[in-house]
Structures are given as structure tokens and as C-alpha cells.
């Protein structure tokens, strides 16, 4: 059985950092492209950035977290983590950890990947 499983999220102020894991389990982790989206109340879910399953393991962002959002992988945990920095209340949604196959030459579309995870809550607010 597939499983994304996300945690690490929670209320921050603005210009507060968070970070999100999400632990893979039931696919190999190299040959998966593993992104991160988010969704806001009333929006469509959206790409933040993705891991490639290149032999490079390339990274791709999303214009509005460049500079402030880093994603990164533990081989050996099979895990993805989201460091988020310099949060703003626009960064408000739930978060999603999400696996496709193969490798990814930028953030796909959400209705291209494969497996999700159920999401975990970030609110920034004062």
C-alpha cells in the first residue's frame, strides 16, 4: 500500500518558519518525483516545489516561495521535508506531499501525480 504521510504543520506568526515532513512508504523513493502543493479555502491546489527523480535530483519552486521555501530528501528515511521560512498569511492552505513517477521537468499540474498524502494545516496569522 502507498503512503505520503505529512506532519509538521501548524499556526505561525508572519515571518515565521515551519517545517513539513512526508514520510513515503509502499513505492520505491528514487524513482518517484516527490512535490509539495498546497491548497487555500476557495482555490485551486497549487505546485510549491518538487524533488525530481533524476539522476540529479533536481529542484524546481514556485515563483512566490523562491527564496524562502526549501525542499530536500532523506534517502534513507524516505522522507521529504518543506522548510518554510519568512512566512506570510497568503501561505495559508493545507499542505500536500504528493509522488508521481519518473522524473519531472518542472511542477506538473496536480491532476498529473500519482499518490497523495492527506495534508496537514499551515495558518500563519497574528
Known amino acids: 500500500e502507498v503512503q505520503l504521510v505529512e506532519s509538521g504543520g501548524g499556526l505561525v506568526q508572519p515571518g515565521g518558519s515551519l517545517r513539513l515532513s512526508c514520510v513515503v512508504s509502499?513505492?520505491?523513493?528514487?524513482?518517484?518525483?516527490i512535490g509539495w502543493f498546497r491548497q487555500a479555502p476557495g482555490k485551486e491546489r497549487e505546485g510549491t516545489s518538487c524533488?525530481?527523480?533524476?539522476?540529479?535530483?533536481?529542484?524546481f519552486y514556485e515563483n512566490s516561495v523562491k527564496g524562502r521555501f526549501t525542499i530536500s530528501s532523506d534517502n534513507d528515511k524516505n522522507t521529504v521535508y518543506l522548510q518554510m521560512n519568512s512566512l506570510k498569511p497568503e501561505d495559508t492552505a493545507a499542505y500536500f506531499c504528493?509522488?508521481?513517477?519518473?522524473?519531472?521537468?518542472?511542477?506538473?499540474?496536480?491532476?498529473?501525480?500519482?499518490?497523495w498524502g492527506q495534508g496537514t494545516q499551515v495558518t500563519v496569522s497574528s
Open positions: 504528493a509522488a508521481v513517477l519518473g522524473p519531472v521537468g518542472g511542477l506538473l499540474r496536480a491532476s498529473l501525480w500519482d499518490y
Open positions: 509502499g513505492i520505491s523513493f528514487d524513482d518517484y518525483s
Open positions: 524533488i525530481s527523480a533524476s539522476s540529479d535530483r533536481k529542484i
